[in-house]
């Protein structure tokens, strides 16, 4: 199975400043016929089921404010909120969805300084 | 609009078995696959297995291989989770959910959630 190692376990950023959370797989998840990295990003608040922020890695779901980017390749990527605002309190998980069993990381709790 | 609705909260004991629906709406049901996801207490997300709504086909996680059973009915546009043989490790809120697209396990929409306690 592929192992997602996300880093760190929590963050405390100020309004308006960058968070930047890791997440680390354990084998590519770079499928090299079409070049893509099959790699997810989520956001839970509490008592919400997860929603869906990115995916190929990079590409922004329909909705998502652009301060929210992912960038990274093969093993290695990473969720950036370029300006943190109070609503973007939650929980962040990365998913890879390049075999089965589909693995998730443990979960970056993000709160404000 | 897309949505999957599951049903209510479930006790049950241990060794008993829980069946969970997924009714979805805002779509053709057959045109993209179903999965089951579930989140116990301070533990990851955790993937169970998915179903392709055109055929029944299924796909399930090893270590949950032989306690779950994921089955349809397109008519109803509705999808069941079942897991047997229930431990107080089951404890866990399960969700359904949506690929992204089809072929690709990005999921999108997630359904509501059904908190499942395993106690005696």
Not at chain 1, 53 to 69: C, M, N
Not at chain 2, 40 to 63: F, H
Not at chain 2, 74 to 91: F, G, I, N, Q
């Amino acid at each position: 199975d592929i192992v997602m190692t996300q880093s760190p376990d929590s963050l405390a950023v100020s309004l308006g400043e960058r968070a930047t959370i890791n997440c680390k797989s354990s084998q590519s998840v770079l499928y090299s016929s079409n070049n893509k990295n099959y790699l997810t990003w989520y956001q839970q608040k509490p008592g919400q089921p997860p929603k869906l922020l990115i995916y190929w890695a990079s590409t922004r779901e329909s909705g998502v404010p652009d301060r929210f980017s992912g960038s990274g390749s093969g093993t290695d990527f990473t969720l950036t909120i370029s300006s943190l605002q109070a609503e973007d309190v939650a929980v962040y998980y990365c998913q890879q969805y390049y075999e089965t069993p589909l693995t998730f990381g443990g979960g970056t709790k993000v709160e404000i300084k | 609009h897309v949505q999957l609705v599951q049903s209510g909260a479930e006790v049950k004991k241990p060794g008993a078995s829980v069946k969970v629906s997924c009714k979805a709406s805002g779509y053709t049901f057959t045109t993209y696959a179903i999965h089951w996801v579930r989140q116990a207490p301070g533990q990851r997300l955790e993937w169970m297995g998915w179903i392709n709504p055109v055929n029944g086909n299924t796909r399930y996680s090893q270590k949950f291989q032989g306690r779950v059973t994921i089955t349809r009915d397109t008519s109803a546009s509705t999808a069941y989770m079942e897991l047997s043989s229930l431990r107080s490790e089951d404890t866990a809120v399960y969700y359904c959910v949506r690929e992204l697209v089809a072929g690709v396990f990005a999921f999108d929409p997630w359904g509501q959630g059904t908190l499942v306690t395993v106690s005696s």
